[in-house]
């Protein structure tokens, strides 16, 4: 007889295709920091002329960013914590960016 897995909670389209690829992009970002600032640095050190200077770093966070748009492993994963804090939202009514606010002290 086989084991049950655990069946995963039903995922709107939005959530498919708008949030869960929003928190891929969160954590690209996160993933692709070096060439994410390197990029911006030469942004502000360009000024008008970054079209034109800094094309070899916006070619290469692109592409970066893009091998993690592109790698199913890291879609699932960011799925995957999607549905833990949905889960932990419908659990305690608390968004994940609030679940980590510390309480006043002086009540």
Do not use: W
């Amino acid at each position: 007889m086989e084991s049950p897995e655990k069946e995963e909670p039903f995922l709107r389209h939005v959530e498919v295709d708008v949030l869960i690829p929003k928190l891929m992009r969160e954590k690209a970002k996160e993933r692709c920091v070096e060439t994410v600032e390197a990029f911006t640095h030469c942004c502000k050190e360009s000024g008008f002329l970054m079209v034109l200077k800094c094309r070899e770093q916006n070619a290469a966070m692109k592409e970066c960013l893009t091998a993690h748009y592109r790698d199913p492993a890291f879609f699932e994963e960011c799925k995957q914590q999607y549905i833990k804090e949905k889960l932990e939202y419908q659990k305690t009514g608390i968004p994940a960016k609030n679940r980590t606010a510390k309480v006043p002290t002086s009540m």
